[in-house]
């Protein structure tokens, strides 16, 4: 397919700052109602009529590229197409309320937030989930410290996380940010966790394995139970990454595997918009052990004779309320969440019922496979789930990912994991149809066999061609008070390489 | 598409053993999408019908309808991180603008695209003053009065760091100077102070924080909103090292709490920043352009070395953000601030005519909000707001006698009534 992304600018610059536009400058102390000493004396910036911005900003966005926009199979990300009606439902004025309202006031968010809070415990064979944590990672963080409170309780003397080396860097910083050793663990011979490798790191002083499943190149750890059995009998918790759930979608529960805590990526599985980088949601299920360590507030709900349902997804007949759980770690969040993000998630899970959560994974996996099989491309490893690690072999992967953008189709996460190598993650999720996958598959295929000079000049037909990261970072310039000169006419580009790698 | 890969169907697919495979039913009844949508206007109806007067680091502010509009184009919804700067530029460059117009504000050099909120960028602000400490010591000096959500995701952001978390008083609302000056020592590597305060007071001894700071070599952490700084002193000129707050207040209306977290320090922490950073590029026909930049302090490379373990943020309410501040502009920002504590000192006074309520409590100006006390009415804080609700308001309670109230330009219409309501319930 041809693409040309529209590419707004002039010889030096693209589409103008709004700085560079028009800017005034007050003095905000002037006539204030606050004394002199208390008030700044200079505030500059950006002054442009209502249709001037609207330009601006739809000009940016047309030099801009979504889900809507074409493919988008960044591996691991789940890029999936964001349901119009959600944004509908998220913007209901009556919820737009105040977190700090008496719960008798606020029963319809609360409601919500139960309901949610059971769905995703059935969904994740969990016993109670929290959804204050506003991340992926932040889910990771709260996890593991739930799981170092529960080792605290029990007077278990912990130090050590065991991290996959396949995992996401946010498993590793999540580690070390709540104060453990990260122990890293190879890659197995088929992608997969190595057994005898885990074994080996496995001690007494192992507080987790955190672990996702299918792994971040879409393989089964076909040895989970023996897995949990391993670090269940070294006194250790099982961590499951959510970011990959949506390959289980009601055909697998990280609870029946044996995982005790697990996070769940809303803005992947569950369909909520990526946002620019975000905002997600990342809540954290638990078996029942790990309840009473969850952070505060939690919702709970009552039946008419005031007895606690644990177990009341849509009932009509409940009334909610929060409450702080026994041994709770506290809050991770200054208040209960994203809360928009986790309305989007509620709406998709409702539209998709049972029926659709299966579909769905049944499709992103299909599609996986369909994909695989197209590419004149090594695709190491296998079964897939719902994605797969192309490697672009002797090409550097990065190339290969510019050229595509050239085909009108968003490349693949690139470089990552690394026991891959030259690694193309692809996760075309369940919204692509065969003509998509095909397109992307041609683009895959005429990218990775493109001669060098194609690869270097690439990519052409984007707002900006190849842009020099290196450069950027050693003369890191991040706001426009600090552009200099510089930027924007002729230098040397040079070709020593930041890792640039996508990440997930 | 099933015979091109050879199977009979999509189970065929799957690799997950029969002892952990799930065939049960979860229950999720599947429903249209005009039933979602009639469902949850339903559910949301079930909120009381409520004038709030709610504030203490969530906010309610007017968001002019271009934000709406134009953010919801999908290019930017349905997009994602910049790992493909050439195709996503527009993305880039609103987060460069919106980092722009932090360092206006902060008057700081770095500001980062963005955290989760308020708290988890003053826990970012801890560690990093950890990182970059030179000398030993591990104590982070926070105000007695935070906002629980704040001292408790500190504490857990700090659980697995040298650090502890210590308090210091405050007087009449505000830091108590003397009592600061003896709880710094050798041991503080940071000390945090707010302005306006959790109860709406406008810190009057920045400079003298910064000070103490400043005497044992620990960073000054300063603590605002985006609307305050747009009036309040600039926290650079104060001699603030990092600047974290909300950013929310401009850009998302009251969302249950959801808001952005603002990160803002000086230059040469650059390295030690947590998050994403944009900075300016060139591409290859030498044209300025954007790029995600210094990404090796960032968890997919440097893994447990990593400044932070944040990934996914808030780039949407960050890209929310710069378009409101560029629809309100200099003028306008400083307008909506001073607006703030004019409608605060207004509603006060008219508070404080009330017989046996009294307003503001601490003699202190005073941004949004303020605290009232009821110690001389008949009714204690929490009948008086249950008295208030059953007039359609919401305010806060402080303890026993206390009420906190917070007004802006969404629900100034309704003063006149809290006012009435509250002279009639604490008759
Ligand atoms: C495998 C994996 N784990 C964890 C994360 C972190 O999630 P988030 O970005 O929502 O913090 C991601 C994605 O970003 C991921 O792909």
Redesign the interface.
């Known amino acids: 397919m041809r693409y040309d992304?529209a590419r707004y600018?002039d010889?030096?610059?693209?589409?103008p700052?709004?700085?560079e536009k028009d800017?005034?400058?007050?003095d905000?102390?002037a006539?204030?109602?606050?004394?002199d000493?208390?008030?700044?004396d200079s505030?500059?910036?950006?002054?442009?009529s209502?249709p001037e911005?609207?330009r601006h900003?739809?000009?940016?966005?047309?030099?801009?590229?979504?889900?809507?926009?074409g493919s988008?199979p960044?591996g691991s990300?789940t890029?999936k197409?964001?349901?119009k009606?959600t944004?509908?439902?998220a913007?209901?004025e009556?919820?737009?309320?105040?977190?700090?309202?008496?719960d008798?006031?606020?029963?319809?968010?609360l409601?919500?937030r139960y309901d949610l809070q059971r769905?995703l415990a059935?969904?994740g064979?969990m016993s109670e989930v929290t959804l204050q944590p506003?991340?992926?990672?932040?889910g990771?963080?709260t996890g593991i410290?739930v799981a170092?409170a529960y080792h605290s309780f029990h007077d278990n003397d912990k130090s050590e996380v065991i991290v996959p080396a396949s995992a996401?860097?946010?498993n590793?910083?999540?580690?070390?940010?709540?104060?453990?050793d990260?122990v890293e663990l190879p890659s197995g011979e088929d992608g997969r966790v190595d057994f005898e490798a885990l074994e080996a790191a496995v001690s007494e002083d192992t507080a987790a394995l955190m672990l996702t499943n299918p792994n971040t190149v879409g393989?089964?750890e076909?040895d989970?139970?023996d897995i949990a059995e391993l670090v269940h009998d070294a006194g250790g918790l099982l961590y499951y990454d959510g970011a990959n759930l949506n390959a289980?979608l009601?055909?697998?529960?990280p609870g029946?595997?044996?995982f005790d805590i697990m996070h769940y990526n809303v803005?992947k599985t569950f369909a909520t918009?990526?946002?620019?980088?975000?905002?997600?949601a990342g809540p954290v299920g638990v078996v029942s052990e790990l309840a009473e360590f969850l952070p505060?507030p939690h919702v709970r709900a009552r039946d008419e004779d005031g007895e606690i349902i644990t177990d009341g997804?849509?009932r009509a007949d409940l009334t909610y309320e929060r409450y702080e759980p026994p041994e709770s770690?506290?809050?991770?969040?200054?208040?209960?969440?994203?809360?928009?993000?986790l309305?989007k998630a509620?709406?998709y899970?409702?539209?998709?019922?049972?029926?659709?959560?299966r579909d769905a994974s049944?499709?992103a996996?299909?599609?996986a496979?369909?994909l695989a099989?197209?590419l004149e491309m090594d695709v190491p490893y296998g079964?897939?789930?719902h994605e797969f690690a192309a490697t672009a072999g002797e090409t550097d992967a990065a190339d290969v990912?510019?050229r595509m953008?050239d085909f009108g189709v968003?490349?693949p996460?690139?470089k990552?994991p690394e026991f891959v190598p030259e690694a193309m993650l692809t996760e075309p999720t369940e919204v692509e149809g065969?003509t998509e996958?095909d397109d992307l598959a041609a683009a895959f295929n005429a990218a990775v066999g493109d001669d060098e000079e194609a690869l270097a000049?690439a990519?052409s037909r984007?707002?900006?061609?190849?842009?020099?990261?290196v450069?950027?970072?050693r003369d890191?310039?991040?706001?426009?008070?600090?552009?200099d000169d510089n930027?924007?006419?002729?230098?040397e580009?040079t070709a020593a390489d930041?890792?640039?790698?996508?990440?997930? | 598409m099933l015979d091109d890969i050879g199977v009979d169907s999509e189970a065929e697919l799957f690799d997950i053993p029969d002892e952990v495979a799930f065939d049960g039913e979860l229950g999720i009844e599947q429903r249209s999408e005009r039933a979602v949508v009639s469902e949850l206007r339903e559910t949301f109806a079930q909120n009381d019908d409520l004038v709030e007067f709610l504030g203490r680091g969530h906010y309610s502010h007017y968001v002019p309808s271009l934000v709406d509009n134009l953010s919801a184009r999908s290019e930017f919804l349905t997009s994602y991180t910049q790992y493909q700067p050439e195709i996503t530029q527009g993305f880039l460059q609103a987060l460069f603008e919106y980092q722009s117009i932090l360092t206006e504000l902060t008057g700081l050099p770095v500001a980062n695209a963005s955290m989760y909120d308020a708290a988890t960028a003053l826990g970012e602000a801890a560690l990093l003053a950890e990182r970059v400490r030179a000398a030993s010591g591990s104590t982070v000096l926070v105000p007695e009065a935070l906002r629980e959500g704040k001292r408790e995701t500190l504490a857990n952001y700090v659980d697995g760091s040298q650090l502890t978390v210590e308090t210091y008083p405050y007087e009449e609302g505000t830091v108590d100077t003397d009592a600061l000056a003896d709880a710094v020592d050798d041991e503080t590597v940071l000390v945090y102070a707010e302005t306006p305060t959790v109860a709406g007071a406008v810190e009057p001894a920045l400079e003298t924080v910064a000070d103490l700071a400043d005497d044992t070599d620990a960073l000054f952490a300063y603590g605002s909103d985006i609307v305050a700084l747009g009036l309040l002193e600039e926290p650079a000129a104060v001699g603030a090292d990092v600047v974290v707050g909300e950013a929310a207040s401009l850009g998302l209306p009251a969302a249950d709490g959801m808001g952005t977290g603002l990160f803002a320090c000086r230059d040469d922490f650059l390295r030690q920043v947590p998050g994403r950073l944009v900075g300016a590029a060139e591409d290859e026909s030498s044209r300025r352009a954007f790029t995600l930049t210094l990404q090796t302090r960032e968890q997919h490379i440097r893994k447990e070395r990593a400044t932070s373990n944040i990934c996914t943020n808030q780039a949407w309410v960050a890209l929310r953000t710069a378009m409101h501040a560029a629809t309100l502009g200099a003028d306008g920002l400083a307008d909506l601030a001073d607006s703030s504590v004019r409608r605060a000192h207004g509603l006060a006074a008219e508070i404080d005519e009330i017989d046996g309520v009294a307003a503001p409590v601490h003699d202190r100006h005073h941004f949004r909000e303020f605290q009232v006390s009821v110690a001389d009415a008949p009714v204690d804080a929490s009948e008086t707001a249950a008295g208030l609700r059953d007039h359609g308001y919401a305010v806060h309670t402080v303890g026993d006698q206390r009420l906190q109230v917070c007004v802006t330009e969404t629900n100034e219409h309704a003063t006149d009534g809290l006012v009435a309501a509250l002279q009639e319930v604490t008759a």
């Open positions: 992304q600018g010889e030096d610059r693209y589409q700052l709004l700085s800017s005034t400058t007050v905000p102390g006539g204030s109602a606050l004394p000493e208390l008030t700044r505030l500059e910036l950006p002054s442009l209502e911005l609207a900003y739809t000009r940016l966005s047309q030099m801009n590229w979504g889900v809507e926009s988008y960044l990300c890029m197409y964001n349901p009606f944004e509908e439902v913007a209901d009556n919820a737009a309320i105040h977190p700090d309202r008496p008798e006031t606020s029963q319809g968010n409601k919500l769905y059935d969904i064979g506003p991340a992926g990672a932040a990771e963080f410290t170092k996401h860097g946010t590793f910083a999540t580690a070390a940010m709540a104060g453990y990260v393989l089964f076909r989970i139970v289980l009601g055909r697998g529960r029946d595997m044996g803005h918009p990526h946002g620019g980088g975000g905002p997600g505060t997804a849509n770690i506290g809050k991770v969040h200054g208040f209960d969440g994203n809360w928009l993000v309305a509620y709406a899970i409702a539209r998709l019922g049972d029926e659709g959560l049944a499709k996996t299909l599609n496979n369909y099989e197209q079964p897939f789930h990912a510019k953008l968003h490349p996460t690139t990552w065969q996958l000049a990519p984007t707002a900006a061609s190849r842009i020099d990261q450069s950027a970072a890191p310039q991040l706001s426009w008070h600090a552009l930027v924007g006419t002729d230098s580009r930041e890792p640039v790698a996508g990440d997930d």
